[in-house]
């Protein structure tokens, strides 16, 4: 296998990882706020639900930028990766959607916690509370929309 | 880890809408009895199944209550250890005055574990001072000693209420939680004012200022020690400099206004834990606010029984948490 093929292999796994570690630290989090509401409130499940879930799409933005990747280095479909700088450019390509999803889910969490206090107080103010996290979303999307564009130009 | 605390903060966030707030405590100011204020109580799922209709059985419960959900939510006990200690040094004063005055009050005494009234009466019958905490045996001992000596329960009380203070810093210093740090400032700070206060109306000497005050973080208590000792005319200016002008107006008013103020003070200093989702502060804000709530409903139920008018009682009522 050649160093680029390495490369462009080690980019598509990181969007998944890191996005995904991500991911699953934010859910885990606002799990744990939306359990503790739910033990006291548990007419609240179905809105708690939906803000602990926020910070869980940044692992399926990284998994999207891994199959777009693999389908095109040989893996799931295009062709292989034969010199180094292709490779390098695969990776780095990747790196966007894997940090920023990594960083992004993290501080979606925290937000999506304060905002499960909001709807314990007041269920009421699901919707503007919704928002707050939904906000720290933007960011993973233009991430994952460079991700995209650069996978796909390569 | 900062999210240690989600879990239960979650919880808490549910709970405080359980909590009484102002427009509750003055709906219960203006009820027309004790009897109607216990019936509230009770449809707000106060008091317990063996309680009843005794006011004393109920707020036990709520108590009892209290520390069950900390316990559940898996605080560490110990974190509550220091709202323990103004009890341990009250029980210690009951016993110092029980055993040298052969009088009987074993309803004084906070019944707690290892250090109720038996085990304190037993310390000071037998002199047998190193069975008391470390920091609490010299401060212990010296008030036993005046009080054999002198007979002066109110220098007794002195010697150990300063001490409980300096206790209470000393334990806040090693807490990890701010909160408790904020509050137990907060409540040194307005003791201080408190015992200043009181020395300036009756004229006690600058010695027995400095005998009192403990240190605080708030003023040089040396300095407000001085200024109490020349009277209230000289305390006033020196508390507003101090930026404790709101207890200067509450002075004006009323004394029980500015007692109000004081206990005011230490909600005021938990009150920012009610926006923290992330640490064990909402909960210790949320055991405190129950408690002021507690104390609050006992100060109505006994105005109420004693016959105080409305604005009596809502001149004494504290603030509440939400």
Redesign the interface.
């Known amino acids: 296998m050649s160093t680029g093929m390495v490369l462009a292999l080690i980019g598509a796994a990181l969007s998944t990882i890191l996005a995904g570690i991500g991911s699953a630290w934010g859910v885990g989090?606002a799990g744990?706020?939306?359990?503790?509401?739910t033990?006291?409130?548990p007419d609240l499940f179905a809105k708690v639900l939906i803000l602990q879930l926020l910070p869980g799409t940044q692992g399926i933005y990284g998994l999207l930028v891994t199959f777009i990747t693999l389908s095109r280095i040989g893996v799931l479909g295009g062709t292989a990766v034969t010199d180094t700088n292709t490779g390098l450019m695969y990776l780095f390509a990747c790196l966007p959607i894997a940090i920023c999803g990594l960083i992004s889910a993290y501080h979606q969490a925290?937000t999506s916690?304060?905002s499960?206090?909001v709807v314990?107080?007041d269920p009421d103010q699901f919707g503007k509370a919704m928002l707050f996290p939904a906000m720290v979303e933007t960011y993973a999307i233009l991430a994952l929309l460079v991700s995209i564009l650069a996978v796909t130009n390569i | 880890m900062t999210n240690n605390y989600v879990y239960a903060v979650a919880r808490i966030r549910v709970r405080e809408k359980t909590l009484l707030t102002d427009a509750d405590i003055s709906q219960m100011a203006g009820m027309a009895s004790a009897d109607a204020v216990l019936d509230y109580l009770i449809s707000r799922g106060w008091g317990s199944a063996e309680s009843g209709r005794d006011p004393d059985a109920i707020l036990q419960a709520e108590e009892t209550k209290n520390m069950a959900l900390m316990e559940e939510l898996g605080v560490d006990k110990k974190v509550f250890d220091i709202f323990d200690i103004p009890r341990r040094y009250h029980n210690v004063k009951a016993a110092i005055k029980e055993v040298l005055t052969s009088d009987t009050h074993d309803r004084i005494f906070y019944d707690i574990p290892d250090f109720g009234r038996r085990e304190v009466l037993a310390i000071f019958s037998e002199k047998h001072f190193d069975a008391l905490p470390e920091a609490m045996r010299a401060p212990a001992e010296q008030a036993f000693e005046y009080m054999v000596s002198t007979r002066d329960g109110q220098m007794c009380d002195t010697i150990l209420d300063r001490a409980c203070l300096v206790a209470m810093t000393d334990a806040a210093k090693k807490a990890a939680s701010p909160v408790i740090q904020d509050y137990i400032r907060s409540t040194v700070a307005t003791a201080d004012i408190r015992i200043a206060v009181r020395a300036a109306k009756i004229g006690k000497p600058l010695g027995f200022l400095n005998a009192a005050l403990a240190p605080s973080e708030a003023f040089p208590v040396h300095d407000l020690a001085q200024e109490a000792a020349k009277g209230t005319e000289a305390l006033y200016p020196y508390l507003q400099e101090h930026g404790f002008a709101d207890a200067v107006e509450a002075l004006k008013v009323s004394p029980s206004s500015f007692e109000r103020w004081c206990d005011n003070c230490q909600i005021e200093a938990i009150k920012p834990q009610k926006t923290n989702p992330f640490t064990s502060g909402p909960i210790v804000a949320f055991y405190l606010a129950r408690e002021n709530e507690i104390k609050t409903v006992r100060i109505i139920l006994t105005a109420k029984a004693n016959g105080f008018s409305e604005d009596a009682i809502r001149e004494r009522v504290r603030e509440m948490y939400v």
Not at chain 1, 32 to 37: F, K, R, Y
């Open positions: 989090m744990q706020a939306a359990a503790g509401v033990a006291e409130k925290r916690v304060a499960i206090g314990a107080k």
